[in-house]
């Protein structure tokens, strides 16, 4: 205690100075809670789970074309036979056909889903076959898997989010409780179970979803002519950086049907990256990184540049303590004491006034200055973005105190004097 009242006296005699100081702390502080923030939630959002696996995972791309020899088959026929005869090979785990459903794709389709007719809720539509869940590794109840989903329109299985969206404007629903084609109350929709917590992609919020799974029947009938996509998993022990060329080479040729072809299996890690380039995730992560990083770069040389002057100027001041007896660890402690204490007299007004500026919502032109979206603005985060700024304000406060403070202590206090 008396080591905080003896810097703060210190800091009230050199009031006129520390002025400077404590308003360029304070801005300095606003400022890096702002990039803490801003880099803080990029990165969350960024190495959080995804919720499924895409490791081993790879997606078909098929070819139909030329001379056919029956004409009865349709595509749902020919990418039916495909995923037949891909679900045998030994070296597949599972694999799945969808229409307009997978993850990172630029294909979706979207449907609203009600409780009493008025709480609906929009999400996108997922429509495969049973072993989608286990290609994707996602997480469904044991009691109630997918794969064991009646097919058809009047069984679904939500996904987590949509529950709790559900749950949110309606606090008594369950998976008990009854659907409805939204706008259409006669229709009765019957929940099968729900879908663990995922993201679509690296950069986005859990995901709202509708499953349904698809039978032959129903493919047949319902997507005779449509376009599909097929993905499989592949044993850990087969998989490797040549299983793609040894699949085009050896495996695909079995599983042409007619004249639907097999021209490549593509990793779903190349798929992934290329979504993220082409939905200007990847420009948008680099610009803002950059960004973050050359303002951290100038706030890192102004501050130490600031305290670096100050300690210098203290060099008589440093040399006659060190002739009244003090230690040099005593006299850096002091030093560094008094530069702590001048960044936590501005903490608590500068956190004052970021939160209002998180609270308050701001935009420039059509940009959130601070973004809500894919993490919500809460207290906790606010607290976390605060705490990040001051850890690294006081690291560059004690840079900025230490070398200065270091150099003038190797002079000898006659000589550091004498200079005064």
């Not at 502080?29 to 990165?43: I, P, R, Y």
């Not at 996602?138 to 898997?145: A, I």
């Not at 989010?161 to 939204?182: C, E, G, H």
Request: glycine letters at 6%.
């Amino acid at each position: 205690m008396k080591f905080i009242l003896h810097n703060l006296r210190m800091i009230w005699s050199r009031l006129r100075s520390n002025g400077w100081v404590l308003a360029e702390l304070f801005l300095v502080f606003v400022v890096m809670w702002f990039l803490c923030d801003s880099l803080g939630c990029l990165k969350y959002t960024f190495y959080r789970p995804l919720g499924y696996s895409i490791d081993h995972v790879y997606q078909l791309s098929t070819i139909i074309g030329g001379a056919t020899s029956d004409t009865t088959l349709t595509n749902a026929d020919r990418y039916l036979r495909a995923l037949r005869k891909l679900e045998q090979e030994p070296s597949v785990e599972a694999a799945a056909l969808c229409y307009w459903s997978l993850p990172m794709s630029g294909s979706n389709s979207y449907n609203s889903l009600a409780v009493q007719d008025t709480i609906g809720v929009n999400a996108r539509i997922i429509n495969t076959t049973g072993g989608y869940i286990d290609v994707f590794r996602m997480s469904d109840d044991p009691q109630r898997p997918f794969a064991k989903t009646p097919s058809g329109w009047n069984n679904v299985m939500l996904s987590q989010a949509a529950v709790d969206r559900f749950k949110k404007r309606m606090p008594t629903f369950s998976l008990d409780t009854p659907l409805s084609q939204y706008g259409d109350s006669t229709s009765v929709i019957t929940q099968s179970g729900k879908i663990g917590a995922f993201r679509t992609y690296r950069y986005g919020s859990d995901a709202f979803c509708f499953f349904y799974r698809l039978d032959e029947n129903l493919i047949k009938t319902q997507y005779a002519d449509n376009w599909a996509q097929i993905v499989f998993r592949v044993k850990p022990a087969a998989d490797g950086p040549d299983y793609r060329a040894k699949f085009v080479r050896e495996i695909a040729p079995r599983l042409d049907v007619d004249d639907l072809f097999v021209a490549d299996a593509v990793p779903y890690t190349e798929q992934q990256l290329q979504f993220e380039v082409m939905n200007g995730d990847t420009d948008k992560v680099n610009s803002q990184a950059i960004v973050v990083l050359f303002l951290l770069v100038n706030v890192f040389l102004g501050l130490i540049g600031t305290f670096w002057f100050r300690t210098r100027r203290r060099r008589g001041e440093i040399a006659l303590r060190l002739a009244m007896g003090s230690t040099k660890s005593q006299v850096f402690r002091l030093l560094t004491g008094e530069g702590l204490l001048l960044l936590t007299l501005v903490t608590l007004p500068a956190m004052i006034l970021c939160y209002n500026i998180g609270v308050a919502e701001f935009t420039i032109g059509r940009t959130e200055l601070i973004s809500t979206w894919p993490v919500k603005w809460t207290f906790i985060r606010f607290l976390l973005g605060s705490l990040g700024a001051w850890l690294l304000i006081a690291l560059m406060v004690m840079v900025g105190i230490w070398f200065p403070a270091r150099q003038a202590m190797k002079i000898q206090p006659a000589e550091a004097l004498h200079e005064e």
